[in-house]
């Protein structure tokens, strides 16, 4: 009985059924018996040190198919990442795209290509693929954060950094604020716009700051509410969407800082170019894919591996937030 027949049986992974023969890898202990009991059943005959070695020394990547329609940076960074780390020791990356509720194609690679475990780019509320993989036992590793505690996970503060933030631009004296953020079904993207939130008010001054979430698709209202009054700083949720809102408002005619600022909650090497330059959050993106390639490795490879791992961020703060003022102070 080879370990196909076995996997199909058991609605397991090939490689699944290769880590509790092995006794080398991560898996449940409950299925790590009951592969164990079935392959004795059938007189699979098997021992630690015969049955090493079995894996593919395949690991997939999943992409999330929007990815190659916006600009961001974050994607390539770290799949270089991951890919260099991978690399390194000796492993292959399989690279594929997966949308929300898709599985056929994660289910025909998980079963053809025998891969030995999957990183995730980006972590969804509701989440088809990390559930799907979970139940085929298949070691797991998220460029983010999710409930279950078996899964490898590397994130930054989205909430502590973007809190940060709000408090950083309240006390430059902005209190008029427009929030731009899409697809809230993105965890980072809700960390953001809670964090933000949270950082612009409570202050003991009694100057309230004001704002107002808009879509992507509500950035022509934006634009009006500046030439209102009503906005003072445009917040940008990510670098790709900075980067149209830059576009819009040089192109409507606006000065930045002096007539509006702009940050975003994401920052990219694209952001340094314009003039200003763009207040972000900056992170060390090819890291942060190499840290959780090695963890989940790791995991693979029998050796310790941390399950929740914290990715640096620092404030980079330019000139597209300083008024002439705060210019002076600053300099």
Request: hydrophobic share 35%; glycine share 8%; net charge negative.
């Amino acid at each position: 009985m080879t370990l196909k027949q076995i996997a199909c049986e058991l609605g397991v992974s090939k490689s699944t059924v290769s880590r509790a023969l092995s006794g080398k890898g991560r898996i449940g202990e409950k299925t790590r018996e009951r592969i164990r009991a079935y392959a004795r059943q059938n007189g699979v005959v098997f021992d630690d040190e015969s049955c090493r070695g079995t894996g593919s020394r395949k690991i997939a990547v999943i992409i999330p198919s929007d990815a190659y329609a916006v600009t961001t940076q974050y994607f390539y960074e770290i799949l270089l990442g991951i890919s260099e780390a991978a690399e390194s020791q000796g492993w292959e990356v399989l690279i594929t795209t997966g949308t929300e509720n898709e599985l056929t194609g994660i289910e025909s690679l998980v079963e053809k290509e025998n891969i030995d475990g999957v990183i995730l780019m980006r972590s969804l509320v509701k989440d088809q693929i990390l559930d799907y993989l979970i139940q085929r036992n298949i070691p797991v590793a998220i460029a983010g954060s999710c409930e279950y505690e078996n899964v490898i996970q590397a994130d930054v503060d989205n909430e502590g950094a973007s809190r940060e933030m709000g408090m950083l631009l309240y006390s430059l004296g902005y209190r008029k604020f427009g929030l731009v953020i899409s697809k809230l079904g993105y965890r980072v993207n809700r960390a953001r716009r809670d964090g933000f939130l949270s950082g612009i008010q409570g202050h003991i001054t009694g100057n309230e700051a004001d704002c107002v979430i808009y879509d992507t698709e509500q950035i022509d209202s934006l634009i009006n509410n500046i030439n209102k009054g009503k906005v003072d700083c445009i917040v940008c949720g990510d670098d790709a969407i900075c980067t149209q809102i830059m576009s819009r408002v040089q192109a409507a005619g606006y000065r930045v800082p002096e007539e509006i600022a702009v940050v975003s909650l994401y920052d990219s090497m694209n952001l340094c170019c314009f003039s200003p330059a763009i207040t972000s959050i900056t992170v060390k993106t090819k890291q942060w894919g190499s840290q959780l390639c090695i963890q989940l490795l790791n995991c693979l490879s029998g050796k310790h591996y941390e399950i929740r791992n914290s990715v640096e961020y620092e404030i980079s703060l330019r000139k597209s937030t300083l008024s002439y003022m705060n210019i002076r102070s600053w300099n």
